[in-house]
């Protein structure tokens, strides 16, 4: 299959399925990296990569929008609460494991994530 039938292929995806599609090639990206990276390095660019699972952020999505036309309930407003906390928790590990790599590299945050192709990116 050649890389344009793949890409009109994944465009024929769902939104949860495309994020998984995108997750197994960003997991497939890093053992093959694994393969000529040391491990603490391959650990790391896993970590990095590791995307926020879609049920989550569909759930987080749905309840800011309900948030947002103020039709929360109390059980939904902590339910959103706790996805937030998650959500950050998962950008905090993110980006601690960049920094790991920045340090192991020796090089500064900034130039890890540009040599990576990495864009600050908003989770949700």
Not at 40 to 49: D, F, M, P, T, V
Not at 89 to 94: K, M
């Given at each position: 299959m050649s890389l344009d039938e793949l890409i009109q292929a994944a465009n024929q995806l769902d939104e949860a399925d495309l994020e998984?599609?995108?997750q197994q090639v960003v997991i497939l990206r890093a053992h093959r990296k694994a393969n000529v990276l040391p491990l603490?390095?391959?650990?790391?660019?896993?970590?990095?990569?590791q995307g926020i699972d879609p049920e989550l952020r569909a759930q987080y999505q749905t309840l800011r929008?309900?948030?947002e036309a103020e039709t929360?309930?109390?059980a939904e407003y902590n339910t959103l609460i706790q996805l937030s906390n998650q959500i950050e928790?998962?950008?905090?590990?993110?980006l601690e494991a960049l920094a790991n790599l920045a340090q192991l590299r020796q090089v500064s945050l900034s130039e890890l994530m540009e040599t990576l192709g990495i864009q600050p990116v908003t989770y949700v």
């Open positions: 998984r599609l995108l603490e390095e391959a650990q790391l660019l896993h970590k990095i990569n929008a309900k948030k929360l309930t109390d928790q998962f950008g905090v590990q993110r």
